[in-house]
């Protein structure tokens, strides 16, 4: 697959086949990913795989932890991902890609125990065989997580190369907790985000969701070509 296509094909993914991914295919994925420039060479991520009974232990316990924080009180992230209130356009992007995903489930609007069962598919890494989570040094600042960005774009690429799909996932962090127990992550790093990783579920219809891209004239500006 051309690096083009590999970027092109690239989607979220929210429906995997039970189909196992090898060890060996995803420590592949990893060492092509690795390649991804850092700021003085620093290689800032540091990932924590897992798969099988470990996996679904840690999916269990997030999803009774979740069902019992109602409030949001016991669990929280360690920072936003997310603005407070988001600006125009970026608003706008955020209910588009929301209500498409959910007219394609069939939630209306109104349907928060739907709403809520979808969200929590989250905690199940959408049934993919494979769970991958992203911590980060927590002495290190924004130049090692804009790093830590390009490495997750280079494993979401690589991904594409094994005729697999990913999809990263922001609703971890909330979560460090569980996931630190059950991967034994030193408690001085920080959970950027989690990543399902498997084979599409081609029948989902959810995977038929195709998001919009803005074109480059709306956020480029070109000066000084001929």
Known sequence: MHAHEAITSRRSVRAFLPTPVPRETVAEIL?????????????????????????????????????????????????????????EPYLARRRAVGWALYGLLGIEKSDREKAYRQHDRNFLLFDAPVGLFFFIDRRLEIGSWLDYGMFIGNVMTAVRGFGLHSCPQAAWPRFHK???????????????????????????????????RAPVEEFTRFSGFD
């Open 178 to 212: 569980i996931v630190r127990k059950h991967l034994d992550v030193p408690g001085n790093e920080v959970l950027v985000c989690g990543m399902s990783l498997g084979h599409e579920d081609e029948s989902a219809v959810e995977n038929s969701l195709r998001t919009e």
């Open 31 to 87: 060492k092509i990913a690795s390649r991804a420039p850092s700021g003085t060479n620093t290689q800032p991520w540091k990932v924590y795989v897992c798969a099988g009974a470990i996996k679904d232990a840690l999916c269990a316990e997030t999803r009774a932890a979740r069902a019992e924080d109602t409030d949001g009180s016991l669990h929280a992230a360690e920072f936003d991902y997310y603005p407070n209130r988001f600006p």
